[in-house]
């Protein structure tokens, strides 16, 4: 069992910057992964794998948003750059084992309760 706690959402102005934080509890031995809602549809925006060696990234954010993790501290980071309005959404973390699915929300096992991102224009 995995527990993951986002944080670090707030309110910031197109070209703006924050950083998400997810920690874990539990034994996490999974890549991990960054999602958005709006309405329904759960987004896929940015994994990491589990040595932090393999990343991946939705075509929106790349070259914006950097993945990182710290398996020392349990942590996982999601450095978000020259914000814009469309990225205002409830961002979540999930903990998954196939990396080979990594955009699918489904395939997720973990997911925390998410943080709100809010961008202005």
């Known amino acids: 069992q995995v527990q993951l706690v986002e944080s670090g959402g707030g309110l910031v102005q197109t070209g703006g910057s924050l950083r998400l934080s997810c920690a874990a509890s539990?034994?996490?031995?999974?890549?991990m992964g960054w999602f958005r809602q709006v309405w329904k549809e759960r987004e896929f925006v940015a994994a990491v794998?589990?040595?932090?060696?393999?990343?991946y990234f939705a075509d929106s954010v790349k070259g914006r948003f950097t993945i990182s993790r710290d398996n020392a501290n349990n942590m996982m980071y999601l450095q978000m750059n020259s914000l814009r309005p469309e990225d205002t959404a409830v961002y979540y973390c999930?903990?998954?084992?196939?990396?080979?699915?990594?955009?699918?929300?489904?395939?997720?096992?973990?997911w925390g309760q998410g943080t709100q991102v809010t961008v202005s224009s």
């Open positions: 794998s589990w040595s932090g060696a393999s990343t």
């Open positions: 539990g034994r996490n031995s999974y890549h």
């Open positions: 999930a903990a998954g084992s196939r990396w080979s699915a990594v955009t699918r929300a489904d395939e997720y096992n973990y």
